[in-house]
Protein backbone atom coordinates (compact mmCIF):
# COMPACT_ATOMS: atom_id res chain seq x y z
CA UNK A 1 0.00 0.00 0.00
CA UNK A 2 1.28 3.33 -0.88
CA UNK A 3 0.73 6.13 1.58
CA UNK A 4 1.03 9.89 1.52
CA UNK A 5 1.09 12.07 5.01
CA UNK A 6 -1.00 15.26 6.24
CA UNK A 7 -0.69 17.29 9.38
CA UNK A 8 -3.64 18.23 10.99
CA UNK A 9 -4.54 21.44 13.43
CA UNK A 10 -6.84 21.84 15.85
CA UNK A 11 -6.99 25.73 16.56
CA UNK A 12 -8.83 27.54 18.77
CA UNK A 13 -11.64 29.64 17.10
CA UNK A 14 -10.84 34.09 18.06
CA UNK A 15 -14.66 33.40 19.88
CA UNK A 16 -13.63 30.80 22.08
CA UNK A 17 -15.30 32.26 25.33
CA UNK A 18 -18.29 32.69 23.20
CA UNK A 19 -18.25 28.71 21.74
CA UNK A 20 -15.23 26.93 23.58
CA UNK A 21 -16.38 23.33 24.80
CA UNK A 22 -14.58 23.62 28.73
CA UNK A 23 -15.72 19.58 29.48
CA UNK A 24 -13.62 18.16 26.76
CA UNK A 25 -10.04 18.68 24.88
CA UNK A 26 -9.83 19.29 21.37
CA UNK A 27 -9.15 15.37 20.55
CA UNK A 28 -12.45 14.71 22.51
CA UNK A 29 -14.11 16.90 20.36
CA UNK A 30 -12.74 15.20 17.50
CA UNK A 31 -13.42 12.01 18.14
CA UNK A 32 -17.29 12.40 18.83
CA UNK A 33 -17.13 13.64 15.14
CA UNK A 34 -15.17 10.81 13.94
CA UNK A 35 -17.67 7.68 15.03
CA UNK A 36 -17.47 4.86 13.94
CA UNK A 37 -20.01 2.89 11.35
CA UNK A 38 -21.49 6.49 11.13
CA UNK A 39 -20.88 7.99 7.57
CA UNK A 40 -19.68 11.73 6.75
CA UNK A 41 -20.85 12.96 3.72
CA UNK A 42 -20.26 16.03 1.74
CA UNK A 43 -19.91 17.42 -1.36
CA UNK A 44 -17.74 19.31 -3.55
CA UNK A 45 -16.53 21.07 -6.95
CA UNK A 46 -20.04 18.70 -8.20
CA UNK A 47 -18.57 15.04 -6.64
CA UNK A 48 -19.95 13.35 -3.79
CA UNK A 49 -17.79 12.42 -1.26
CA UNK A 50 -18.06 9.93 2.11
CA UNK A 51 -15.91 9.43 5.44
CA UNK A 52 -16.31 5.76 7.24
CA UNK A 53 -14.55 5.01 10.35
CA UNK A 54 -13.88 1.20 10.23
CA UNK A 55 -12.03 0.93 13.90
CA UNK A 56 -10.59 2.47 16.33
CA UNK A 57 -7.66 1.70 18.62
CA UNK A 58 -6.42 3.65 21.72
CA UNK A 59 -4.53 7.13 19.44
CA UNK A 60 -5.51 5.88 16.04
CA UNK A 61 -8.63 5.75 13.74
CA UNK A 62 -8.59 3.17 10.31
CA UNK A 63 -11.35 4.45 7.93
CA UNK A 64 -12.06 4.80 4.44
CA UNK A 65 -12.79 7.46 2.12
CA UNK A 66 -14.42 7.15 -1.00
CA UNK A 67 -16.00 9.07 -4.00
CA UNK A 68 -19.49 8.50 -5.61
CA UNK A 69 -19.35 7.24 -9.26
CA UNK A 70 -21.61 4.94 -11.39
CA UNK A 71 -20.38 1.88 -13.60
CA UNK A 72 -22.01 0.79 -16.64
CA UNK A 73 -23.68 -3.10 -16.86
CA UNK A 74 -24.56 -4.31 -20.06
CA UNK A 75 -27.51 -6.89 -19.82
CA UNK A 76 -27.31 -10.28 -21.25
CA UNK A 77 -29.43 -11.08 -24.99
CA UNK A 78 -32.32 -11.88 -23.25
CA UNK A 79 -32.60 -8.58 -22.14
CA UNK A 80 -31.86 -7.19 -25.30
CA UNK A 81 -28.21 -5.98 -24.59
CA UNK A 82 -29.60 -2.88 -22.49
CA UNK A 83 -27.30 -0.83 -20.33
CA UNK A 84 -27.79 -0.52 -16.28
CA UNK A 85 -26.27 2.20 -14.57
CA UNK A 86 -24.99 1.27 -10.87
CA UNK A 87 -23.67 3.08 -8.33
CA UNK A 88 -20.09 2.72 -7.22
CA UNK A 89 -18.30 3.75 -4.39
CA UNK A 90 -14.17 3.20 -5.36
CA UNK A 91 -12.27 4.11 -1.79
CA UNK A 92 -8.86 4.64 -0.13
CA UNK A 93 -7.90 3.69 3.01
CA UNK A 94 -7.30 6.47 5.79
CA UNK A 95 -5.37 6.69 8.87
CA UNK A 96 -5.34 9.01 11.66
CA UNK A 97 -2.78 9.50 14.37
CA UNK A 98 -4.60 11.74 17.22
CA UNK A 99 -1.66 11.29 19.60
CA UNK A 100 -0.49 15.12 20.97
CA UNK A 101 3.18 13.87 20.35
CA UNK A 102 5.42 16.36 18.34
CA UNK A 103 7.27 14.05 15.68
CA UNK A 104 4.33 11.90 15.02
CA UNK A 105 0.98 13.06 16.57
CA UNK A 106 -1.84 14.73 14.59
CA UNK A 107 -0.49 12.96 11.63
CA UNK A 108 -3.09 11.53 8.67
CA UNK A 109 -2.02 9.09 6.48
CA UNK A 110 -4.24 8.19 2.83
CA UNK A 111 -3.59 5.90 0.83
CA UNK A 112 -2.70 6.59 -2.76
CA UNK A 113 -4.59 5.46 -5.48
CA UNK A 114 -4.37 8.14 -8.44
CA UNK A 115 -7.08 6.51 -10.32
CA UNK A 116 -9.11 7.40 -7.67
CA UNK A 117 -7.59 10.54 -6.03
CA UNK A 118 -4.92 12.03 -8.18
CA UNK A 119 -4.61 14.74 -5.74
CA UNK A 120 -5.78 13.53 -2.01
CA UNK A 121 -5.26 16.98 -0.48
CA UNK A 122 -7.97 18.90 -2.37
CA UNK A 123 -10.35 16.23 -1.10
CA UNK A 124 -8.79 16.16 2.48
CA UNK A 125 -9.02 19.85 2.78
CA UNK A 126 -12.90 19.51 1.79
CA UNK A 127 -13.18 16.81 4.36
CA UNK A 128 -11.71 19.35 6.35
CA UNK A 129 -14.49 22.45 5.92
CA UNK A 130 -17.05 19.59 6.53
CA UNK A 131 -15.85 18.96 9.87
CA UNK A 132 -14.88 22.16 10.63
CA UNK A 133 -19.15 22.28 10.18
CA UNK A 134 -19.30 20.31 13.74
CA UNK A 135 -16.52 21.15 15.76
CA UNK A 136 -16.99 25.05 15.37
CA UNK A 137 -19.43 25.66 17.62
CA UNK A 138 -16.90 23.59 20.46
CA UNK A 139 -14.60 26.54 19.32
CA UNK A 140 -12.00 25.05 17.23
CA UNK A 141 -11.88 24.59 13.59
CA UNK A 142 -9.01 21.80 11.67
CA UNK A 143 -6.91 22.49 8.29
CA UNK A 144 -4.51 20.11 6.71
CA UNK A 145 -1.51 20.63 5.05
CA UNK A 146 1.11 17.79 3.63
CA UNK A 147 4.10 16.99 5.05
CA UNK A 148 6.98 17.40 2.50
CA UNK A 149 11.27 16.92 2.35
CA UNK A 150 12.75 20.41 3.20
CA UNK A 151 15.44 19.22 0.91
CA UNK A 152 12.75 19.38 -2.27
CA UNK A 153 12.34 23.37 -1.60
CA UNK A 154 15.97 24.41 -1.73
CA UNK A 155 16.13 21.69 -4.34
CA UNK A 156 13.72 24.09 -6.74
CA UNK A 157 15.23 27.40 -5.41
CA UNK A 158 19.03 25.68 -6.92
CA UNK A 159 17.42 24.95 -10.08
CA UNK A 160 15.73 28.01 -10.66
CA UNK A 161 18.67 30.22 -9.54
CA UNK A 162 19.00 33.59 -11.17
CA UNK A 163 15.93 35.28 -11.95
CA UNK A 164 13.46 32.84 -13.02
CA UNK A 165 11.42 32.68 -9.83
CA UNK A 166 8.91 35.97 -9.91
CA UNK A 167 7.16 35.05 -6.45
CA UNK A 168 6.91 32.84 -3.63
CA UNK A 169 4.38 32.22 -1.63
CA UNK A 170 4.68 30.81 2.18
CA UNK A 171 1.51 30.03 4.15
CA UNK A 172 1.80 29.13 7.35
CA UNK A 173 -0.67 27.21 9.78
CA UNK A 174 -1.02 28.82 12.98
CA UNK A 175 1.12 26.19 15.19
CA UNK A 176 -0.24 24.04 18.18
CA UNK A 177 2.26 21.28 17.32
CA UNK A 178 5.86 21.14 16.85
CA UNK A 179 7.40 23.24 19.49
CA UNK A 180 10.45 24.51 17.08
CA UNK A 181 11.57 26.94 19.79
CA UNK A 182 11.95 29.26 16.63
CA UNK A 183 11.60 33.23 16.05
CA UNK A 184 9.00 32.37 13.21
CA UNK A 185 7.33 29.79 15.49
CA UNK A 186 7.23 32.48 18.08
CA UNK A 187 5.74 34.95 16.13
CA UNK A 188 2.95 32.58 14.56
CA UNK A 189 1.72 32.13 18.49
CA UNK A 190 1.72 35.59 19.12
CA UNK A 191 -0.47 36.81 15.84
CA UNK A 192 -2.47 33.94 16.83
CA UNK A 193 -3.13 35.23 20.36
CA UNK A 194 -3.56 38.97 19.13
CA UNK A 195 -5.10 38.38 15.91
CA UNK A 196 -7.49 34.82 15.75
CA UNK A 197 -5.58 33.63 12.83
CA UNK A 198 -5.63 30.13 11.35
CA UNK A 199 -3.34 30.99 8.47
CA UNK A 200 -1.10 33.51 7.36
CA UNK A 201 0.96 34.30 4.24
CA UNK A 202 4.34 35.88 3.62
CA UNK A 203 4.68 36.68 -0.04
CA UNK A 204 7.73 37.74 -1.60
CA UNK A 205 7.67 39.12 -5.81
CA UNK A 206 9.50 40.77 -8.20
CA UNK A 207 8.26 39.89 -11.75
CA UNK A 208 10.64 42.62 -13.45
CA UNK A 209 14.22 40.96 -11.92
CA UNK A 210 13.50 37.65 -10.59
CA UNK A 211 13.91 37.16 -6.86
CA UNK A 212 16.84 35.55 -4.96
CA UNK A 213 16.30 32.86 -2.08
CA UNK A 214 19.37 32.72 0.15
CA UNK A 215 19.34 29.41 2.18
CA UNK A 216 21.29 31.12 5.01
CA UNK A 217 18.26 33.66 5.51
CA UNK A 218 16.66 32.65 9.09
CA UNK A 219 13.00 33.46 7.86
CA UNK A 220 13.46 31.16 4.68
CA UNK A 221 15.14 28.45 6.28
CA UNK A 222 13.13 28.55 9.37
CA UNK A 223 10.05 28.91 7.16
CA UNK A 224 11.00 25.84 5.09
CA UNK A 225 11.82 23.57 7.80
CA UNK A 226 8.28 24.48 9.45
CA UNK A 227 6.22 23.91 5.87
CA UNK A 228 8.08 20.48 5.96
CA UNK A 229 7.17 19.50 8.66
CA UNK A 230 3.52 19.77 7.83
CA UNK A 231 2.62 23.36 9.01
CA UNK A 232 1.62 24.69 5.87
CA UNK A 233 1.99 25.30 2.06
CA UNK A 234 4.90 26.68 -0.37
CA UNK A 235 4.20 27.85 -3.99
CA UNK A 236 7.17 28.89 -6.37
CA UNK A 237 6.24 30.78 -9.42
CA UNK A 238 8.74 30.57 -12.27
CA UNK A 239 8.53 33.67 -14.69
CA UNK A 240 8.97 30.97 -17.93
CA UNK A 241 5.83 29.42 -18.58
CA UNK A 242 4.20 30.97 -15.73
CA UNK A 243 4.64 27.85 -14.12
CA UNK A 244 3.49 27.05 -10.08
CA UNK A 245 5.59 24.61 -8.07
CA UNK A 246 3.61 23.87 -5.21
CA UNK A 247 4.54 21.70 -2.08
CA UNK A 248 1.18 19.60 -2.21
CA UNK A 249 2.60 17.95 -5.44
CA UNK A 250 5.58 16.99 -3.16
CA UNK A 251 4.10 15.17 -0.35
CA UNK A 252 6.02 12.34 1.52
CA UNK A 253 5.34 8.98 0.18
CA UNK A 254 5.92 5.53 1.83
CA UNK A 255 5.13 1.82 0.44
CA UNK A 256 4.42 -0.18 3.19
CA UNK A 257 4.28 -4.12 1.68
CA UNK A 258 1.32 -6.15 2.85
CA UNK A 259 -0.40 -3.20 4.69
CA UNK A 260 -3.32 -4.08 2.95
CA UNK A 261 -3.51 -7.69 3.53
CA UNK A 262 -2.91 -7.03 7.22
CA UNK A 263 -5.80 -4.44 7.74
CA UNK A 264 -8.02 -7.36 5.92
CA UNK A 265 -7.00 -10.14 8.28
CA UNK A 266 -10.12 -11.45 9.68
CA UNK A 267 -7.51 -13.12 12.72
CA UNK A 268 -6.12 -9.72 14.10
CA UNK A 269 -6.43 -9.02 17.44
CA UNK A 270 -5.43 -5.37 19.25
CA UNK A 271 -1.57 -5.86 19.39
CA UNK A 272 -1.25 -6.86 15.33
CA UNK A 273 -3.09 -3.95 15.03
CA UNK A 274 -1.34 -1.75 17.11
CA UNK A 275 1.95 -2.91 15.31
CA UNK A 276 0.50 -1.95 12.36
CA UNK A 277 -0.11 1.61 13.27
CA UNK A 278 3.16 2.16 14.93
CA UNK A 279 4.52 1.16 11.44
CA UNK A 280 2.23 3.27 9.31
CA UNK A 281 3.34 6.47 11.10
CA UNK A 282 7.41 5.67 11.71
CA UNK A 283 8.35 8.18 9.41
Known sequence: MKLQ?????????KQESLFQDQKRNKKEILLSVLEEGKPIQFEDS?????????????????AKFGKRSTIKRRM?????????????????????NLDNDSNKGQRIAFEYKSSIFRNPYSQLKAFAEKINLCIFPSGYIM????????????????????KKIEKLSLIFNVPNLFNLDNELEDDLKSAQKDY????????????????NIPENN???????????????????????????????????????KDLEIDIKSKDLGQKELFSIFNKIFDL
Not at 6 to 12: A, P, T
Request: hydrophobic letters at 35%; aromatic letters at 16%.
Open 5 to 13: YYVYFLNKT
Open 46 to 62: GSKYAFVVVEKENNYIY
Open 76 to 96: PPQDKFEELFEEDWPHCALFF
Open 143 to 162: SISPVTQVQNFWDIVKVNKG
Open 196 to 211: GITKTKIELENPYEGI
Open 218 to 256: KLMKQGADYIAKGGGEYRIYLKEGKKVISSKEKTVTKTI
